[in-house]
């Protein structure tokens, strides 16, 4: 489901409320795990939508500069998207079997604090991924 304030977003002015859009968006949301492009286009023509590949891309840039989703980078040739969370989080990565595990921590909060502190340099949003191996891939 939509939430409102993503809602709100979406019909700023330039910004169309499209039913390809809302799917894009429910798909993301409703995703489970971090969906690429082209798996968010696998489900979305499995609803019978005629959407095109290229509209996925085009909306999900959109989505990025509305301030909806995330675009996040596994090291991977494509990226990854999610829809934009309240608080900040991390992700673990598996080398093995690709599997994303998120997390909080607080500690980074403070790194992040004193980052600022001694570089005098603003930070307004930073990407923390940790690559290795999961525990069904270690075994």
Known sequence: MVKKTQLTKLMKPGSRVTGQRLLIYKIISDGGRHLDADEIYRRARQTGSRISLATVYRTLQKFKQLGIIDELHFGQDHH??????????????????????????????????????????????????MTGFCKRCRK
């Open 80 to 129: 990854h998207y999610e829809t934009k969370q309240e608080g900040e989080h991390y992700h673990l990565v598996c080398s093995s079997c690709g599997k994303v595990i998120e997390f909080a921590y607080p500690l980074y909060s403070k790194i992040k604090k004193d980052v600022m502190e001694a570089r005098d340099f603003k930070i307004v949003a930073a990407e923390v991924n």
